[in-house]
């Protein structure tokens, strides 16, 4: 049961998230980001709104006026052709003395200094102390014209502290209770390092004293509990003790209390959170900062939840405290999530969701909605729950939101906030600052437009201030929804026929009657003879189908460009049919009237092109074309061809024109050159173009102007090749080959090969030489000695000397027989 209940609450909550929008109506200050109008950018707003007076053209935007001048409108042009922009106006002949153009206006109140103060200065009422500036602002508001002010915020030192502890009873949260009978002392001990002025109170909640939520036995609505366990009786909401700087008696009071029960898990902690908020003189809440602390272990019951006991009425937000108990609990249904961002707001208290890790996701999503709240992890026996108030109060301190009341119908606002350390943020972000430290000062700058005339005219009263704040800034806003010159208007002037009152400089027509003096019935204006008499002749449309005709005379329609009008008695003329040169009307030179250009001195043609002054054909040599040629409207016609540029200074092709040039090709291109320091600077008289080949460059028999093809070396023996020419629009091109033709270097290789290969072969040569001069000098010397040898005469006789080798010995014994 427990599971699907919890479901079904993150499933509600899921729900609520969806239909906030649909809840506007109950957050008239819920802080929201407006975008400032944006008017047509097709048409001109001033002549596109087709103003009958002088009211609803300043109504159209911030840059329209209108034209009291009685002598301002041309023949044939309406009324609402006095409304146009400013610089129109005057441009079209309208005196600016005569142009109602009214401004807005800002004018500060109230704007007392934000207050410095240290903590244990001077002892400072809480109304004394203030955070925001200007408190009271006076606005007075043109139509599509913003006024900007600055709001500056400044978190006080030793601000005081309201804080409401309300805490879940039920029988789950047993343990809670034990912890929290001591917490008045000790938190009261940890609050002073924040502030000296603390006050402190306690309230509790267990359910809807009926069925399903609880056992409606007898037994059980005395003792809820089960077994010996003994519990007080069930109840809604009961405050135990007002805000108080006594936190000896928290301790005391919530030690007396006793848990309760119930039978399903969500709680009804929504009703207590509504009586505590708006029930605030019988809590006791102070003009200071008022912190709620929300402690409880289960989720929580919200609207339409209280039909499964019967109960059908949605909660009126109001207080039923009744002995300090909730008394309707049986007779309203649960708060919306709207309704209680709603009361929470209004009250200015921040709420901390204390509560266990289990239903961390739910009330994570239910802070999304609620501004100015946080979300803590309490313990299982809410042990931390004073670190847990502390971190949660600095981080709600730490971040500062704006939020406005309603805006009337029409008035739009933006927030642009400058933070610490010089983050600016506009948009969503722009009314909030993060990370703000206690003596921190950051400014908003906040712009309120309206866009045409709010409330009829009548004033009205916003607020701006900081979420969690009491301090707040009152803005009356005044509009602009008429002129200083309708305040003055004849009534029945004779001006009109006594049909209208003469005002701003034209008749303003009563009902029934029009025409420009208000001449005509209304009855009589679609007649044959009035018709006739708006047409040239009979061959032609009435008012030359550019116009109406209006009690006999033809009022021209206006177009969306608030630079082109017609004219004339039949409509039969405009400011923009005339001829145009170089895409502008009358080239610029003049002005076009009734379909013709009127040139402007020293202009002539129908375009206004032609230029009558020789200033620009004169050369530096004070001859007009440099005696090459005539000026034709301001232009040289060169009557040698060869000659070209704006005086025929130039030729192309003669020459001396390649080495002119030489130095400024070869620097724009390579980066080299005489002039690579000085290129920008001196070489940019010429447009270059790269290409990749000489096949590329323009040729001379191809072009429709002269080209001279240049040739030119380098520092380095490089050559680069280029083109120069003049265009017919006399700019000067280059056209080069982007890279450089360079001789090729030897090749080292082959070089040291050869000469290795050379030493190599002349080693052999020179050892096959000595090796055929050994062998033919060998040869030499054997036949020498052949020869010699040949021709040599041996002596035969013994040598005396001589001694054979041979000894023969002799047995005596023998006989020679065998």
């Known amino acids: 049961i427990n599971v699907m209940l919890t479901f079904w609450t993150i499933l509600g909550l899921t729900c609520c998230l969806l239909c906030r929008a649909f809840a506007a109506d109950l957050l008239p200050l819920t802080p929201l980001t407006f975008s400032p109008f944006v008017f047509n950018s097709e048409g001109n707003e001033c002549i596109i709104a087709s103003a009958k007076h002088c009211g609803e053209c300043i109504q159209a935007g911030a840059k329209c006026g209108w034209c009291k001048d009685p002598a301002f409108l041309k023949q044939g042009e309406a009324v609402s052709t006095r409304c146009d922009e400013l610089q129109s106006l005057v441009k079209r002949g309208?005196?600016?003395?005569?142009?109602?153009?009214?401004?807005?206006?800002?004018?500060?109140?109230?704007?007392?200094?934000?207050?410095?103060?240290?903590?244990?200065?001077?002892?400072?009422?809480?109304?004394?102390?203030?955070?925001?500036?200007?408190?009271?602002?006076?606005?007075?508001?043109?139509?599509?014209?913003?006024?900007?002010?600055?709001?500056?915020?400044?978190?006080?030192?030793?601000?005081?502290?309201?804080?409401?502890?309300?805490?879940?009873?039920?029988?789950?949260?047993?343990?809670?209770?034990?912890?929290?009978?001591?917490?008045?002392?000790?938190?009261?001990?940890?609050?002073?390092?924040?502030?000296?002025?603390?006050?402190?109170?306690?309230?509790?909640?267990?359910?809807?004293?009926?069925?399903?939520?609880?056992?409606?036995?007898?037994?059980?609505?005395?003792?809820?509990?089960?077994?010996?366990?003994?519990?007080?009786?069930?109840?809604?909401?009961?405050?135990?003790?007002?805000?108080?700087?006594?936190?000896?008696?928290?301790?005391?009071?919530?030690?007396?209390?006793?848990?309760?029960?119930?039978?399903?898990?969500?709680?009804?902690?929504?009703?207590?959170?509504?009586?505590?908020?708006?029930?605030?003189?019988?809590?006791?809440?102070?003009?200071?900062?008022?912190?709620?602390?929300?402690?409880?272990?289960?989720?929580?019951?919200?609207?339409?939840?209280?039909?499964?006991?019967?109960?059908?009425?949605?909660?009126?937000?109001?207080?039923?405290?009744?002995?300090?108990?909730?008394?309707?609990?049986?007779?309203?249904?649960?708060?919306?999530?709207?309704?209680?961002?709603?009361?929470?707001?209004?009250?200015?208290?921040?709420?901390?969701?204390?509560?266990?890790?289990?239903?961390?996701?739910?009330?994570?999503?239910?802070?999304?909605?609620?501004?100015?709240?946080?979300?803590?992890?309490?313990?299982?026996?809410?042990?931390?729950v004073i670190n847990l108030i502390i971190d949660a109060y600095n981080s709600l301190s730490s971040e500062v939101i704006l939020e406005n009341s309603k805006l009337p119908s029409g008035v739009t606002i933006t927030y642009t906030s400058r933070c610490k350390n010089g983050v600016v943020n506009g948009g969503e972000n722009g009314r909030k600052c993060s990370n703000i430290s206690i003596g921190d000062e950051v400014t908003f700058s906040i712009s309120v437009t309206s866009k045409g005339c709010p409330n009829e005219g009548m004033s009205d009263t916003i607020k701006i201030k900081p979420l969690g704040f009491t301090e707040e800034l009152e803005i009356t806003l005044n509009f602009i929804c008429g002129c200083d010159c309708q305040k003055v208007g004849i009534n029945k002037s004779p001006l009109c026929h006594s049909n209208g009152t003469y005002e701003c400089g034209d008749c303003r027509c009563e009902d029934g009657h029009v025409g420009r003096e208000c001449e005509c019935s209304s009855n009589d204006v679609a007649t044959e003879d009035m018709d006739r008499t708006c047409r040239k002749d009979n061959t032609t449309d009435i008012c030359s189908n550019s116009g109406d005709c209006v009690c006999g005379t033809c009022e021209c329609k206006n177009r969306d460009n608030p630079e082109e009008r017609y004219s004339g008695q039949f409509c039969e003329c405009d400011n923009f049919s005339c001829d145009r040169s170089g895409n502008k009307l009358c080239g610029g030179h003049g002005r076009c009237e009734c379909r013709v250009c009127v040139c402007d001195l020293m202009w002539a043609g129908s375009a206004c092109d032609c230029s009558l002054d020789n200033t620009t054909c004169m050369a530096s040599n004070k001859q007009i074309c440099n005696g090459r040629g005539t000026c034709d409207c301001g232009i040289c016609k060169c009557t040698d061809p060869k000659f070209q540029g704006p005086t025929c200074e130039i030729c192309p092709t003669c020459p001396g024109v390649c080495t002119e040039h030489k130095e400024c090709v070869q620097c724009r291109t390579f980066g080299t050159g005489e002039k690579k320091d000085t290129c920008e600077k001196d070489c940019s008289y010429f447009t270059l173009i790269k290409v990749k080949d000489r096949d590329k460059l323009p040729q001379p028999n191809d072009a429709a102007y002269p080209v001279m093809h240049c040739k030119e070396r380098d520092a380095n023996d490089c050559w680069f090749y280029y083109t120069y020419a003049v265009n017919n629009n006399t700019v000067k091109e280059v056209h080069v080959v982007d890279s450089l033709d360079c001789p090729a270097g030897p090749d080292i290789i082959p070089i040291v090969a050869g000469v290795v290969a050379g030493i190599v072969l002349i080693g052999l040569a020179l050892l096959l030489i000595w090796k055929l001069l050994m062998i033919i000098h060998d040869r030499r010397e054997f036949a020498k000695f052949e020869k010699e040898k040949m021709n040599a005469k041996w002596d035969t006789g013994e040598n005396p000397i001589y001694k054979s080798a041979v000894t023969t010995v002799v047995n005596p014994k023998y006989e020679g027989k065998c």
């Open 94 to 384: 309208c005196n600016v003395d005569m142009i109602e153009s009214p401004k807005g206006e800002r004018k500060i109140l109230r704007n007392k200094p934000v207050t410095n103060r240290k903590k244990g200065g001077e002892k400072l009422q809480p109304h004394e102390i203030t955070q925001i500036q200007p408190q009271k602002l006076n606005l007075t508001l043109r139509s599509g014209e913003p006024q900007t002010f600055d709001l500056k915020f400044k978190r006080a030192e030793d601000y005081p502290i309201d804080l409401y502890y309300l805490m879940d009873l039920s029988y789950s949260m047993k343990d809670d209770l034990e912890n929290v009978k001591n917490l008045g002392t000790s938190l009261m001990q940890k609050m002073s390092k924040i502030t000296s002025d603390f006050q402190i109170g306690f309230g509790s909640f267990v359910e809807k004293t009926v069925m399903p939520y609880i056992s409606t036995t007898p037994a059980k609505l005395l003792n809820p509990c089960t077994g010996d366990q003994n519990c007080t009786s069930p109840f809604s909401y009961r405050n135990v003790l007002n805000l108080t700087s006594d936190g000896k008696q928290f301790n005391t009071l919530v030690g007396q209390q006793q848990i309760s029960g119930n039978l399903d898990s969500p709680e009804g902690g929504f009703d207590a959170i509504m009586q505590v908020a708006v029930c605030g003189n019988l809590i006791g809440w102070r003009d200071v900062t008022r912190l709620l602390v929300f402690s409880t272990d289960a989720g929580f019951h919200f609207a339409g939840d209280g039909k499964l006991g019967g109960i059908v009425l949605p909660n009126d937000g109001k207080c039923h405290l009744e002995d300090n108990v909730y008394t309707m609990s049986h007779y309203y249904d649960y708060p919306s999530i709207a309704h209680l961002v709603q009361k929470l707001s209004d009250n200015n208290i921040q709420t901390i969701f204390a509560v266990t890790e289990e239903f961390q996701p739910v009330y994570q999503e239910l802070k999304n909605l609620i501004p100015k709240s946080a979300v803590g992890t309490l313990s299982a026996n809410s042990s931390n």
